[in-house]
């Protein structure tokens, strides 16, 4: 009978591409995909534990598996990710989800086969959190699930230690992988026939920053997008601290490269800056703006922003706001401050009451979505390129994103899903944009 496995995936993009990667290992191993978690014979879950909200989701799904487990002695249960690397939290899961069979971190999910083999012969509880950060495992073949769209890791790891963020002690410090491996994975997924290539990295414009490559971002930049096809090239996430003009550079010189950089600012008070360790002011941050559009006057910014940080007054929340407004973000990512155990924040006086942030991530969202629509409203009776994505059953429409993020959907009569295509956009409603295909004779926006 064929092996089953169902993986549950929380966070960022850096945890779906790992999601990709623990499958590549469990098909590998000769188990094939379920939806459904009553058909699995593993379940993996895959948290993360930079906000309270995914974590809490985690513990409600692990726990609803009780059930299940009894009903299937033999099911595999395991959790990795960022919340078993935690301190102390795989006590806790250990303690109130003793069916859970095997527990690794993300400083060792490369050895996940050898803790399934492990459980499969010893039919004991595995445990295996490394501790401190080896050498990157290369040749694990990841199990794409996003075509057209590909992920790279160009890095591990955060050197920064925001005063918020738990990062640093969940991932380990910076690594960074070699530039010849990189640029081998790239041209197999551009020979392989994939579209758009993300390079990840908690920070990469740190990339190599310790002299082990002997390459900085831009020049790694600048040898991907030398790589020959037709594919887009995006890279994510940049600190305001490290980008620079070199990058932009290297974006002027390829084509491909998308002009849209996520920069996350998370607030827009310097004392707040300073009190989360970000390590830059606000005018340094715009400076980086004016930079980016003095070379691409079209070119676009999403950010994320925190709202409640300790000590966060009123006035610090409209400087927020204000900087929000100078920078003309396309979109943001917004969310209440969330205090984790073991970071600096968790510990500083002043939190702020929770109806206190309430109102002004409301307010705050507001304003970017108020941003947004207007940026949508200048795509009317404009042709795009939208490299299509995947196929909507509800609205029986192709969707996908041009190099600005923005959604556009489309009805075809073929499958369109891995082609470039122009579209004149007829509608435009909030973040998504509706229209019909048309002739090359894309224009600028």
């Known amino acids: 009978m064929e092996k089953k496995y169902h ?48 974590e809490n989701h985690a513990f409600g799904n692990i726990g609803a598996l009780k059930k299940l487990k009894k009903r299937k002695p033999d099911l595999i249960v395991a959790v990795g990710g960022c919340m078993t690397q935690e301190k102390g939290k795989t006590e806790v899961l250990k303690r109130k989800f003793p069916f859970i069979d095997i527990m690794f971190g993300t400083l060792n999910l490369e050895e996940l086969q050898e803790l399934i083999e492990l459980k499969q012969r010893e039919k004991k509880r595995v445990v295996r959190i490394r501790e401190k950060e080896g050498e990157i495992v290369e ?3 990841p199990l794409r ?29 910076e690594r960074s992988r070699k530039p010849e491996n990189i640029l081998a994975e790239v041209k197999k997924l551009v020979a392989e026939g994939y579209k758009e290539i993300t390079l990840l990295g908690q920070n990469v414009d ?14 790694l930049l600048d040898s991907v997008a030398s790589v020959e096809g037709n594919f887009r090239l995006r890279f994510m996430t940049s600190h305001p601290k490290d980008f620079n003009e ?24 310097d004392k707040i800056l300073k009190a989360m360790n970000r390590r830059y002011t606000c005018g340094q941050y715009l400076e980086e703006v004016k930079l980016l559009r003095s070379y691409f006057p079209e070119a676009e910014l999403t ?52 109806s206190v942030q309430k109102d002004r991530i409301m307010r705050l969202v507001e304003l970017v979505n108020s941003l947004t629509r207007k940026k949508s409203e200048k795509y009317l009776g404009k042709t795009v390129e939208i490299l299509c994505e995947d196929y909507d059953e509800k609205k029986g429409l192709y969707l996908g994103r041009d190099e600005f993020g923005r959604m556009g959907y489309f009805k075809s009569e073929t499958n369109r899903i891995g082609d470039f295509v122009n579209l004149k956009i007829t509608q435009a409603n909030g973040i998504s944009l509706f229209g019909e295909t048309a002739e090359k004779e894309n224009k600028e926006i």
Request: with cysteine; net charge negative; charged share 20%.
């Open 145 to 173: 699930t996003s075509y057209p769209n590909a992920w790279v890791n160009i890095m591990y790891g955060c050197n920064n230690f925001c005063s918020y963020c738990i990062v640093p002690y969940v991932r380990g410090r």
């Open 303 to 354: 950010t994320d922003i925190i709202v409640g940080f300790p000590g966060e007054t009123e006035e610090d929340y409209l400087a927020t706001e204000k900087l929000v407004r100078e920078a003309n973000f396309a979109s943001a990512f917004t969310f209440v401050y969330s205090p984790r155990t073991g970071t600096k924040a968790a510990s500083m006086p002043d939190q702020i009451p929770e």
């Open 246 to 269: 070199e990058v932009v550079k290297v974006m002027a010189k390829h084509r491909k490269i998308c002009r849209l950089v996520h920069l996350p600012v998370q607030s827009g008070s």
């Open 7 to 54: 993986i549950v995936t929380y966070g960022c993009q850096m945890n779906v591409h790992e999601s990709e990667k623990i499958a590549g290992i469990l098909f590998k191993m000769g188990y094939r995909e379920t939806k459904e978690t009553e058909d699995a014979d593993i379940i993996v879950f895959n948290t993360c534990c930079i906000r309270e909200n995914a």
């Open 206 to 219: 740190s990339y190599g920053s310790d002299g082990s490559t002997g390459m900085t971002f831009a020049e």
């Open 139 to 141: 040749g694990d073949e």
